[in-house]
């Protein structure tokens, strides 16, 4: 199995703090602010070595990263598999779980991550083609959130969407264009939550796969909204839904 290296202080201590393998700490040369110190503690109590690095070579290993002068060597953790999945749903009462049908830009990917670590999502289901993956960037952007929720790949995205339907699961396409809005639909039960990319939204078999397509209602002045801010106001509406 080869290493990975992620960077960032949330997305390093997320790592270190979960029990995740963590073969070992670089910090940058002269970085010794409390948030540093912080970091050599918790890694210290677990056992991780920290070594000190120069800024070029963080910079040389993680050149698409903004790492503030931190990063981690971890093993390439390969991602869950459609198995393990309905294993995972299979164990839950209610699961609340999250599909990506073509996002490619690494940062929303890392943004939805986070949304979906936030508001306690299950997993979260990428398509192998066509969609953005855990590179570096990606888990500096979910701060944490990478590290914190399941992430299933699957080949096939709408096999998946039926096996999970099989297994006891709704699912609710978002798309600006259907009649019912979010705040009308009862999301309190096993749901499966599809957001479409960027560009195109669901495809087309995506979308004739949900039971339910739902619009978030908007402002006449608004046609769109980035794909981690809708995931947010859509799986916390099924949160307040499921806590009331």
């Given at each position: 199995?080869?290493d990975?290296?992620?960077g960032?202080?949330h997305?390093?201590?997320?790592?270190?703090?979960?029990?995740?393998e963590v073969?070992?700490?670089?910090?940058?040369?002269g970085r010794?602010?409390?948030?540093a110190q912080t970091?050599?503690?918790?890694a210290?109590?677990?056992g991780v070595?920290?070594?000190?690095v120069?800024?070029s070579?963080l910079?040389?290993r993680?050149p698409?990263?903004?790492?503030?002068?931190?990063?981690?060597?971890?093993?390439?953790?390969p991602?869950?598999?459609?198995?393990?999945?309905?294993?995972?749903?299979?164990?839950s009462?209610?699961?609340?779980?999250?599909?990506?049908?073509?996002?490619?830009?690494?940062?929303?990917?890392g943004a939805?991550?986070?949304?979906?670590?936030?508001?306690?999502?299950?997993?979260?289901?990428?398509?192998?083609?066509?969609?953005?993956?855990?590179t570096?960037?990606?888990?500096k952007?979910?701060?944490g959130?990478a590290?914190a929720?399941p992430?299933?790949?699957?080949?096939n995205l709408?096999?998946?969407i039926?096996?999970l339907?099989?297994?006891?699961?709704?699912?609710?396409?978002?798309?600006g264009q259907?009649?019912?809005?979010?705040?009308?639909?009862?999301l309190?039960?096993?749901?499966?939550?599809?957001?479409?990319g960027?560009?195109?939204?669901l495809?087309?078999?995506?979308?004739?796969?949900c039971d339910?397509?739902?619009?978030?209602?908007?402002?006449?002045?608004v046609?769109?909204?980035?794909v981690?801010?809708?995931?947010?106001?859509?799986?916390f509406?099924?949160r307040?839904?499921?806590?009331?």
């Open positions: 199995m080869s990975e290296l992620i960032g202080f997305a390093v201590m997320a790592a270190v703090e979960s029990g995740r073969s070992e700490v670089l910090l940058r040369t010794d602010d409390r948030r970091l050599m503690t918790r210290s109590e677990r070595p920290v070594r000190r120069s800024a070579e910079d040389a993680l698409d990263t903004r790492h503030q002068g931190v990063a981690a060597v971890v093993p390439d953790s991602a869950l598999d459609e198995h393990a999945l309905l294993a995972l749903v299979g164990r009462e209610r699961p609340l779980l999250l599909a990506l049908d073509q996002v490619q830009d690494p940062h929303n990917l939805c991550l986070r949304t979906a670590a936030a508001a306690g999502c299950d997993a979260v289901i990428l398509p192998r083609d066509r969609s953005a993956g855990l570096a960037a990606t888990r952007v979910a701060a959130g590290e929720v992430v299933v790949h699957v080949t709408v096999r998946c039926k096996r339907q099989q297994a006891g699961c709704w699912v609710a396409g978002t798309d259907a009649e019912q809005g979010l705040y009308e639909a009862d309190t039960g096993p749901l499966l939550l599809v957001m479409g960027e560009a195109e939204g495809r087309r078999l995506t979308r004739e796969s339910w397509l739902l619009r978030i209602p908007m402002s006449s002045a046609q769109s909204l980035n981690s801010v809708a995931a947010g106001i859509c799986l509406e099924a307040r839904q499921r806590s009331a």
